[in-house]
């Protein structure tokens, strides 16, 4: 969805900036009248630098942190704390300074009458889309505790999730990356020693030597070239995401890695169903709660299944059609999905595949840590072995000439 810059005024006088998601200019000044804003300045935002985006991604407030801030409102919610009085406790005793700095601005708005939803709309940066939908329902059904119960479970088991899954490819990247120093070290610090020796040879090395002496040729001199080289690949994959078939096939080839790959699969089908659960739960209508999902799964190959069925619906259909066509999502989903529209229990059997991937991801990622593991000492051992071997082998050849 396109996004548009603004500068406008509140009702208190008070100059804003920011940039906000809509289909058109007159939609994006459409949803400003609606937050109470005023908009002197609104234009189509420009694409972000990298750099600047990489800047904004860490200014996030962690996913611990924010479940954390979604169960103590509720509690003090639940608890007759005022809305404003639990912001300002929060923002007294939160140690994120951005998430600080959103609760400061959000205890100002809503002091001045605006509502929760409407003043945490204007951080996406800080509150995603999730949220300040569940919390407008939240609002109007008069349960924003319950709803703020409900966001910090959602967020505290993606926690989870994800640490399980960092903590499995921790050690195997760890030990990816010191087999990468080992073998670089090798060939720039120790192969070279041997070329004097081959060229007392006087003869035509084996072609796994060239290879070898090729590549610490160019590691040693002309390094700058693979730097460039991987350069270019970062820069390409950094411009290609904006092209909608490049994108697409990166998260076609994400998914079809080996070993991780099914990992990945499973750990975002478990995040599809537990965000679709989660916002079913706090009545956000369906096709509002399909367009949230997805942008929270954010991969085009299963994505495309979750945009497709938000059309169905619109047209009548099953939702459940689009993820029986897509290779990429197991049968089950759509088997669950179906069960769950003819029975009219859809977010119970959202919630039931959420805890079945959930502990297929678990499992998974305890496997893939032990898998992973023996895989990289051997990969490690056997390029070491091709190197000490194509080292050694003009001396055999010479030896074989000598007898």
């Not at 058109?24 to 009248?33: I, T």
């Not at 760890?174 to 007392?200: D, E, Q």
Request: some cysteine; glycine content about 6%; overall charge neutral.
């Amino acid at each position: 969805m396109p996004m548009f810059q603004y500068v406008a005024y509140e009702k208190s006088g008070k100059r804003v900036r920011g940039k906000i998601d809509a289909e058109d200019l007159p939609s994006a000044e459409s949803s400003l009248v609606s937050l109470g804003l005023y908009a002197t300045q609104i234009k189509a935002a420009k694409s972000e630098a990298w750099w600047n985006r990489d800047i904004t991604l860490g200014r996030k407030v962690p996913v611990r942190d924010f479940a954390v801030f979604c169960r103590q409102m509720a509690t003090l919610i639940r608890a007759g704390v005022t809305l404003v009085d639990s912001l300002r406790i929060l923002t007294e005793q939160s140690t994120n300074r951005a998430l600080k700095q959103a609760l400061e601005d959000a205890e100002s708005d809503v002091s001045e009458g605006k509502s929760f939803s409407e003043t945490v709309a204007k951080r996406p940066d800080i509150f995603p889309s999730m949220f300040v939908s569940m919390a407008k329902a939240g609002e109007m059904s008069g349960s924003l505790d319950d709803v703020l119960d409900r966001a910090s479970q959602y967020f505290e088991r993606e926690f989870y999730t994800r640490e399980k899954v960092k903590s499995a490819l921790a050690y195997p990247t760890l030990l990816g990356f010191v087999a990468i120093m080992v073998i670089i070290f090798v060939l720039v610090r120790i192969v070279p020693t041997f070329i004097p020796v081959f060229a007392s040879y006087h003869t035509t090395l084996p072609w796994p030597t060239r290879f070898v002496l090729g590549v610490s040729r160019v590691l040693s001199h002309d390094w700058w070239i693979v730097l460039t080289l991987v350069a270019v690949i970062v820069l390409g994959d950094i411009l290609g995401k904006r092209i909608p078939r490049y994108r697409l096939g990166r998260d076609i080839f994400r998914l079809r890695i080996p070993i991780i790959g099914a990992l990945y699969q499973k750990t975002l089908i478990a995040r599809m169903a537990r965000t679709l659960s989660s916002l079913l739960s706090s009545a956000i209508p369906m096709v509002q709660s399909l367009g949230i999902v997805y942008e929270i799964v954010a991969n085009e190959a299963i994505g495309r299944a979750v945009k497709q069925s938000a059309v169905n619906l619109e047209q009548g259909q099953s939702l459940s059609i689009p993820f029986k066509s897509n290779r990429f999502i197991p049968p089950m989903v759509s088997n669950m999905l179906s069960i769950g529209e003819e029975s009219g229990n859809l977010e119970l059997m959202m919630t039931k595949l959420a805890d079945f991937y959930e502990a297929e991801t678990e499992a998974n990622a305890d496997r893939l840590e032990s898998l992973l593991e023996p895989i990289m000492i051997l990969v490690l051992a056997a390029i070491v072995g091709i190197i000490v071997l194509s080292v050694m082998m003009p001396s055999f050849a010479l030896l074989g000439t000598l007898q």
